[in-house]
T-cell receptor, first 116, second 111 residues
Framework: DTEVTQTPKHLVMGMTNKKSLKCEQH?????MYWYKQKAKKPPELMFV???????INESVPSRFSPECPNSSLLNLHLHALQPEDSALYLC???????????????FGPGTRLTVT | GQNIDQPTEMTATEGAIVQINCTYQ??????LFWYQQHAGEAPTFLSY????GLEEKGRFSSFLSRSKGYSYLLLKELQMKDSASYLC????????????FGTGTRLQVFP
């Protein structure tokens, strides 16, 4: 199984709503990632979890709150978002890199988020 | 700063060969990845280079020159389904899993 699943596929939310994006993988990967991607742009890294601990936060606004409840699951909690946060949110996973060893990231299909 | 540059758009004809270049200036280097992304879909892994030279995988090859901060992705026998964005990404630090993505190249293949 080399699949990363994400739910929901599409989400429309108002600026006062609270919602969560979910991501799951069963490849035994210990690194998981959240990316934001705008149309015709490359993915922008938001957060990295390594062995269930937050290892990188790319100065993301606090209205985005990540959570890694276990080694297979990754959530992104959303609260008080702005219209400019509308984008495709991609989850990815990989083996945790160590020293000179690098491993490819497997991406989920993404959640297309629209903030109204 | 971190900078990874690719041409924005390229076009090619079915059956032809196309080379997509990527130049990078990063604080460190621990490997370079190429990903393919079809419109509205997730990126998928194509190739990985960490040492200088050419890596071949079927119709796709990727080359790396660390001294020049340069890589290319070579696509042979182009097919219509190769129309997609191609993303170059660098892992810049051995202690993290972070990838820095380039600007991406949108390739359109015409019959």
């Amino acid at each position: 199984d080399t699949e990363v699943t994400q739910t929901p596929k599409h989400l429309v939310m108002g600026m006062t709503n609270k919602k969560s994006l979910k991501c799951e993988q069963h490849m035994g990967h210990r690194a998981m990632y959240w990316y934001k991607q705008k149309a015709k742009k490359p993915p922008e890294l938001m957060f990295v979890y390594s062995y269930e601990k937050l290892s990188i936060n790319e100065s993301v606004p606090s209205r985005f709150s990540p959570e890694c409840p276990n080694s297979s699951l990754l959530n992104l909690h959303l609260h008080a978002l702005q219209p400019e946060d509308s984008a495709l949110y991609l989850c990815a996973s990989s083996q945790a890199s160590s020293g000179l060893s690098s491993y490819e990231q497997y991406f989920g299909p993404g959640t297309r988020l629209t903030v109204t | 700063g971190q900078n990874i540059d690719q041409p924005t758009e390229m076009t090619a004809t079915e059956g032809a060969i196309v080379q997509i270049n990527c130049t990078y200036q990063t604080s460190g280097f621990n490997g370079l990845f190429w990903y393919q992304q079809h419109a509205g879909e997730a990126p998928t892994f194509l190739s990985y280079n960490v040492l200088d030279g050419l890596e071949e995988k079927g119709r796709f090859s990727s080359f790396l020159s660390r001294s020049k901060g340069y890589s290319y992705l070579l696509l042979k026998e182009l097919q219509m389904k190769d129309s997609a964005s191609y993303l170059c990404a660098v892992r810049d630090h051995p202690a993290t899993d972070k990838l820095i993505f380039g600007t991406g190249t949108r390739l359109q293949v015409f019959p």
